[in-house]
């Protein structure tokens, strides 16, 4: 069955729940008026009725394929990451200095729950992508803005968040991606991470992975752990890529609910690289603050498995709605 965007609720949760008119008296949103708010509303509902939503069932029984460290990801899953690139969705809450349409946070909440329940699976990208977004412009150098936040807001690129490895699981003080500081004052990452989402696919240009790793002399458990951003391929000074970085995918993961979504495991320091031996990261930030860093994109997503609750909550009220009125039960 289509699914159908909860207009009404949205609007009703947003005045009168959440406080919509006294958000958009605050400083900055001036120019964000209550109908501005409502046209987007209603075009981010066309959008994903028409565009999103019928990718569901693809990605469920097409799931991503991998060969030999490339995925190609659910057939549709490409056009439609263009189009929400294209519409600027991936910029409505991020700052106008980047790229981003300037909106509160509380006005993309509205599509944020829309498109996960559209399409959850779909939607895992551009939320890890905010994610990344969100890191970079609160701790990222001004180089390291300039270089990345663009084009992750402009939908060229995508991100990633990369914690967990094989020996590791949620314990992050077992860490162990090694990263070894060059002289031009880059770091070379060699480890494995795990269950990546998004960490490969075909969708857009680039990915840049944001990496938990340690360097030699770093101090052990938790208070050891750096960020790096690491790109699948390396970005020169006037934003160009350039060569192959040495991250690959290993192998993919499924998650139940979510088979669209590819959920890798990631090599960083194979050999296979372009660029040597190592991929080329850079270090985001102070050493050994790295876990207080990512602390930024993990609060971000947890905010959107929020949202996921009650998105999938309405994408399963539809369901059932409209089976429970189309079921005949007792004798006519």
Request: aromatic share 8%; hydrophobic share 40%; glycine share 12%.
């Amino acid at each position: 069955m289509p699914y159908l965007t909860p207009l009404q609720d949205f609007r009703f949760a947003l005045k009168e729940l959440a406080g919509l008119d006294d958000v958009l008296k605050l400083p900055g949103f001036e120019e964000v008026t209550p109908d501005l708010v409502d046209a987007i509303l209603e075009e981010n509902g066309r959008f994903v009725e028409q565009a999103i939503a019928p990718l569901n069932v693809p990605g469920d029984t097409r799931p991503p394929v991998w060969n030999d460290g490339h995925v190609t990801a659910t057939p549709g899953y490409a056009q439609g990451f263009k189009d929400y690139a294209a519409g600027g969705w991936q910029g409505l809450q991020h700052p106008q200095a980047w790229g981003g349409q300037g909106l509160p946070k509380l006005v993309a909440a509205a599509p944020g729950e829309n498109i996960q329940a559209a399409s959850l699976a779909f939607s895992l990208c551009p939320m890890l992508t905010d994610g990344v977004i969100e890191a970079i412009l609160t701790v990222g150098s001004e180089e390291q803005r300039k270089k990345f936040v663009p084009n992750l807001i402009g939908g060229k690129w995508t991100g990633t968040m990369n914690l967990t490895e094989p020996q590791a699981g949620s314990d992050l003080a077992q860490v162990a991606t090694r990263a070894l500081r060059q002289e031009d004052g880059s770091y070379r990452l060699s480890g494995q991470k795990i269950f990546i989402t998004y960490g490969e696919h075909d969708l857009a240009e680039n990915i840049i992975h944001l990496v938990l790793a340690r360097t030699p002399d770093a101090p052990p458990g938790v208070k050891g752990i750096s960020l790096f951003i690491v790109p699948k391929f390396l970005v020169g000074a006037d934003g160009a890529l350039g060569a192959r970085n040495d991250v690959w995918c290993a192998s993919l993961e499924h998650k139940l609910g979510i088979h669209g979504s590819p959920t890798a495991v990631l090599l960083y320091g194979s050999g296979k690289g372009e660029a040597g031996e190592g991929a080329v990261g850079y270090l985001v930030g102070e050493l050994n603050r790295g876990l207080e860093y990512m602390f930024i994109m993990m609060n971000a997503a947890r905010y959107s498995v929020g949202q996921q609750g009650i998105g999938v909550s309405e994408r399963a009220y539809q369901h059932a709605l409209a089976y429970a009125r189309e079921r005949v039960q007792g004798r006519a």
